[in-house]
């Protein structure tokens, strides 16, 4: 089975500096590796995803990740922080069954963006 | 606005209760995918529907239970309803089956409160 763990479950950072969300991964299987935000009230979007192309993946506003495989890491950043980047983000892992596929989510990290 | 809808945005019951839920998708996706957050559990998929036909299940109690109509849209059912029921319900679609090749559009929420 396929598990994804994200290290701290708030980081807060402050406006412009660098953000770093961590996410590792374990699968059986060549992984489907996304990372969702969630803004209050709202429900999930799509930020990127990995899906074996290339190991480095740029996604929505400003946000990459990076896939390796040696540290089954997929941890998410971002240069410079805005408030408006102030959200929970989700890491999920997918393993298709060929004619279907599920998404699993680690615990989420809520990111806090100060002046 | 991610073009999924779900209804009611609040719903507030007892326990042992039976409630429905209701998600229309977006035009032209197929797929329809069912979620819980809880405080408890976090993320967790329930079940996923392809043109009318169960495709995968996750983490979903027997007293749950799901369909997907001929127009597309899509019931979740909970019945015997339990303290512990009480969360947020997504429901997500796309055009395929698959989340790696196909991106889920998440709608904004059912919340459920058993009291």
């Known amino acids: 089975a396929q598990s994804v763990t994200q290290l701290g479950s708030h980081v807060s950072v402050s406006e412009g500096a660098l953000v770093l969300l961590r996410c590792n991964y374990s699968?059986?299987?060549?992984?489907?590796l996304f990372w969702y935000v969630q803004y209050p009230n709202q429900g999930l979007q799509l930020l990127l995803k990995?899906?074996?192309?290339?190991?480095l993946v740029k996604g929505i506003n400003g946000f990459e990740a990076e896939f390796k495989k040696s540290e089954t890491s997929f941890h998410l950043t971002k240069p410079s922080a805005h408030m408006s980047d102030a959200a929970e983000y989700f890491c999920?892992?997918?393993?298709?069954?060929?004619?279907?596929?599920?998404?699993?989510f680690g615990t989420g990290t809520r990111l806090q963006v100060t002046l | 606005d991610s073009g999924v809808t779900q209804t009611p945005k609040h719903l507030i019951t007892a326990t042992g209760q039976r409630v429905t839920l209701r998600c229309s998708p977006r035009?032209?996706?197929?797929?329809v995918y069912w979620y819980q957050q809880s405080l408890d559990q976090g993320l967790q998929f329930l079940i996923q529907?392809?043109?009318?036909?169960?495709?995968a299940k996750g983490n979903i109690l027997e007293r749950f239970s799901a369909q997907q109509f001929p127009d597309l849209h899509s019931e979740l059912n909970l019945s015997s309803l339990e303290l512990g029921d009480s969360a947020l319900y997504f429901c997500?679609?796309?055009?395929?089956?698959?989340?790696?090749?196909?991106?889920?559009?998440f709608g904004p929420g059912t919340r459920l409160t058993v009291t």
């Open positions: 997500a679609s796309s055009v395929g089956p698959t989340v790696s090749s196909y991106e889920q559009y």
């Open positions: 699968s059986s299987v060549p992984p489907y």
């Open positions: 990995y899906t074996s192309a290339a190991t």
């Open positions: 999920a892992v997918s393993v298709n069954t060929g004619t279907a596929s599920k998404l699993t």
């Open positions: 035009s032209g996706d197929l797929s």
């Open positions: 529907y392809y043109n009318g036909e169960e495709r």
